[in-house]
């Protein structure tokens, strides 16, 4: 079982839509797939087509009301699981009072709970914050996928990023590694992203991944629907290239 966490402490660079369409690609693949979303706004559980009431979330696990298992749904998606978010999981962060201590939350509940289940992927998507919810997220994680958008100051938020885990790998004796960057919503008809790929690519050659995720009307509409883009629309551009972008993750995981 590999724990996988979708962060970046800025919102609106493809994270849900990334950790919506990697699980549901890894899912259509034959791996067991469970999505989390640690989200409190709930993005990737609406995105896979549960609305806010589905009545489970991690924050009941988070206080000890619930078991972690009895908070996952199956999706009508084969292989594709769900923990859901609600709005109550922002109270969490403010809840905590012994910072450090409370960084390690999510990894212990995980690793405890997931024993005995038959998950190969569980994937995290995380909220866009810099608290206790992306930190928790980032530490229950082996590894991270950092997606980053292709405009200007990409890779000032990405610095952030760095620093963060480097902190964190400080405080913590089980840090992430970055397994890579992704880059999102790229348009090849500006120069603008040209110019940002060919800077992240000479800035951090080794950590970039070589698929680059297209800025597609149909990515965009899918979350509408409920839908990954797999059955959304199987055929289309941005569908593969998130199957792409599944193939080089699997390699470099394995
Ligand atoms: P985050 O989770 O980092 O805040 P999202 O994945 O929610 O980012 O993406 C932000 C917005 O951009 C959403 O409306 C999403 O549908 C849209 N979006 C994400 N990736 C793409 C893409 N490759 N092409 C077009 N729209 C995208
Ligand atoms: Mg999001």
Redesign the pocket.
């Given at each position: 079982m590999k724990f996988i966490s979708i962060a970046?402490q800025?919102?609106?660079?493809?994270?849900?839509?990334?950790a919506i369409n990697l699980s549901a690609c890894l899912a259509e693949k034959g791996y067991s797939t469970l999505l989390v979303d640690v989200?409190p706004q709930s993005?990737a559980t609406s995105g896979v087509g549960f609305s806010l009431d589905s009545g489970k979330s991690l924050f009941p696990v988070l206080i000890g009301e619930q078991l972690l298992k009895d908070q996952i749904i199956s999706t009508p998606y084969m292989n594709l699981d769900l923990i859901p978010a609600n709005l109550e999981l922002a109270n969490w962060e403010n809840q905590q009072h012994d910072p450090i201590e409370s960084f390690s939350v999510f990894r212990k509940i995980f690793r405890e709970s997931l024993i005995g289940t038959t998950y190969q992927y569980v994937i995290l998507?995380c909220p866009?914050a810099l608290g206790l919810l992306m930190v928790n997220s980032m530490v229950a994680a082996d590894w991270l996928i950092i997606?980053i958008q292709c405009e200007y100051y990409a890779l000032e938020g990405l610095a952030k990023m760095f620093q963060l885990l480097d902190n964190l790998k400080k405080l913590v004796s089980a840090a992430p590694n970055i397994l890579g960057i992704l880059m999102?919503?790229y348009d090849s008809r500006t120069n603008l992203s040209q110019q940002v790929v060919e800077d992240v690519r000479k800035h951090i050659p080794k950590l970039v991944f070589d698929t680059i995720?297209?800025?597609?009307?149909r990515?965009?509409e899918a979350?509408s629907y409920g839908k990954p883009i797999t059955l959304y629309d199987p055929n289309s551009i941005?569908c593969i290239s998130y199957r792409k972008f599944t193939e080089e993750f699997l390699k470099k995981i394995n």
């Open positions: 970046n800025k919102g609106g660079v493809g994270k849900t839509t990334t989200d993005n998507d866009p997606p999102t919503m995720i297209p800025r597609t009307v990515l965009a979350p941005g």
